[in-house]
């Protein structure tokens, strides 16, 4: 990232970023309020995620790359995610835990946890700002898959 960055303008950005991620998690409340056990772990294809899994790993992502771009240290299993089974109140109690999480970190973003270069698990170091911005895209995608995947389990015949 080139030029400086001053901390109200990253203040504007950390706030615009954390509101993305909660209109996000609104999104993935909506598809998961009122399913039941059955439909929320049912895949679609052997191979495939389903919506319980989906939620559990997009929040472990998310959870590691905040956490990342604050320099805070965090453990994270992520081939577990991917075997997770979960409710619908599990599934938005992770949520609600998220949200609070998020606004910790987000409220204390600075200026140069956004631009300086930041590792992340095995990855290359990346400027904050980039973290986060490739993270929420993450976070969308597999927000269109638990859509789909929802859309999927209704049109069974």
């Known amino acids: 990232m080139t030029g400086a960055m001053d901390e109200a303008g ?8 954390g509101a993305l991620f909660h209109s996000a998690h609104e999104k993935m409340r909506e598809h998961v309020r009122g399913l039941d056990h059955g439909t929320l772990n ?20 998310e959870r590691e790359m905040i956490r990342a ?4 240290t965090t453990e994270r299993d992520r ?3 991917f075997t997770a089974e979960a409710d619908a109140a599990d599934l938005l109690a992770r949520l609600d835990q998220a949200d609070r999480e998020l606004d910790e970190h987000i409220g204390a ?3 140069a946890d956004l631009a300086e270069l930041r590792p992340r698990g095995d990855r290359p170091p990346r400027p904050g700002i980039e ?3 490739s993270n929420y895209g993450h976070t969308r995608e597999h927000v269109a898959q638990i859509e789909l995947t929802k859309q999927l389990y209704d049109s069974r015949t």
């Open 79 to 81: 081939p577990a995610e």
């Open 42 to 61: 049912w895949k679609p294809l052997p191979l495939a995620n389903s919506i319980a899994v989906l939620v559990v790993h997009t929040l472990g992502s």
């Open 131 to 133: 973290w986060l911005l």
């Open 109 to 111: 973003l600075t200026a």
């Open 10 to 17: 990253a203040r504007t950005i950390a706030t615009t970023v």
């Open 69 to 72: 771009v604050r320099s805070v």
